[in-house]
């Protein structure tokens, strides 16, 4: 593999390098002793601008032309080193269309040396042509994420988060997941796709101007002085603020059936999701979570449920207990009952959505031809007395008890077919 040397190691190590450079082109010459008679006549200068350096300012290499400056310890040379920055690339200097000086990055993969190369000067005293690299430097900034969550709470994360990071959606939110808040879940901006986009982070309070691309992630405008541990304010040090959005608990984003497994406290519905065809399984205990639809379709649910004694209620939500369902609506979701119990049980109390629901907040919750079938299933000779389940008509066979909360927004269009007449 191809290695630098510094200016600083001694000529007898220089041949060498040179020999495993024309025999195996494996090394590279960083000596002159007589390298021009052998066609090394260009020199490239790797200097320091800015840093400190371990032995030397610089680390010089000499090419031949038309070669390829070798990547290899080029971006991380760790005799570079500049406290509270990043070294990214390298950059020679050339006269702009202005005149004045400007930085250009040299890129290893493409650009070759050569007489001709922008940057490359002939250096009359040494009678060789010379190319100087100078590392570009790019801060380590500290940011200041304000997290402003759906209940108006607030939390701040300080963190330094170094060049390469913040301009990459991983970089970036490797930062700032849901652990740094806990209970909480950060919310980024997603499409109507259901896909996330842009970047999820705000210019202001509000949330209204998004920062657009991570490139845009630097201290702009929105820089405000760094400050230490006791909150005073560190000078010549800046921090970059930007604010983002929060959801109140662990949330699962739900794009498709697959996300919507009962597996998660809360949910976030980012498309419509169907489920014709497709297996559903109930909750084995109550909601107490929150299920924020965003104007979203739950489609095709078709499930089966055994009345027994050890299921005295049923509902595709199970039972609702200090819920939140906001903004959501069912679509042609049918609940199977098989019922086969006489009436020494107490009667079953089946719902739509659920059977119960107890101090629980519904804001916007629309069903769409929703259908309950009941099916007498008793065995030969058993008994099937009066009321084996009841449905609430006040809400159309959605719910049965209602206990406590809020209810606003609903709308059922649910039809009962119980051809036995188990019920009432």
Known sequence: MKKLHKISIVFLLALLCLVAFVGCNTGLPTD??????????????????????????????????GSGIPTDGTSEIEEFVRAGYKHTDWEYEIEGEDGMPQMVPWDFKRDRISATHPGVE???AEG?????????????????????????????????ITANSRYSTEGFDAYFTQ?????????????????RINTGYYYDENCTREILSYSELSPSGGAYPALDENGAPIEGEEHFRIYTKWLGGD?????????????????????DIDFTGLEYTMPTSAFTGKMIGNGHTIKGINATVDMGVS?????????????????????????????????????????????SVTNSTING?????????????????????????????KYFGAFDTVTGGV?????????????DGLGR
């Open 122 to 124: 002939w250096n009359e």
């Open 407 to 419: 209810i606003n927004g609903f709308t059922a269009d649910i039809s009962i077919y119980d051809p």
């Open 128 to 160: 060789l042509y010379e190319l100087i690299l100078h590392p570009n430097w790019q801060k380590d900034l500290a940011y200041e994420i304000v997290c402003i969550a759906d209940d108006g709470s607030q939390h701040m994360i300080v963190r330094t």
């Open 251 to 271: 949330f699962a984003f739900v794009s498709d059936a697959d996300d919507f497994t009962w597996n998660k406290a809360n949910y976030y519905f980012l498309k």
């Open 365 to 393: 919750l629309r069903i769409l031809n929703g259908i309950i079938n009941i099916a007498n299933t008793s065995e030969s000779g058993g008994t099937v007395d009066s009321v084996l389940y009841r449905s609430n008509e």
């Open 32 to 65: 002159d002793s007589g390298l021009k008679e052998k066609g090394f006549v260009f020199r490239v200068t790797f200097r320091g601008d800015g840093g400190r350096s371990a032995n030397s300012s610089e680390i010089l290499v000499y090419l031949k032309d």
């Open 311 to 355: 299921q005295s209620s049923v509902g595709l939500f199970g039972n609702l207990s200090g819920a939140v369902i906001s903004d959501l609506t069912l679509e042609d979701c049918t609940l199977n009952i098989n019922v086969s119990l006489n009436n020494s049980i107490p009667p079953h109390t089946i719902g739509l959505v659920a059977a």
């Open 179 to 195: 652990r740094e808040w806990p209970n909480h879940t950060f919310l980024p901006h997603f499409d109507e796709n259901g896909d």
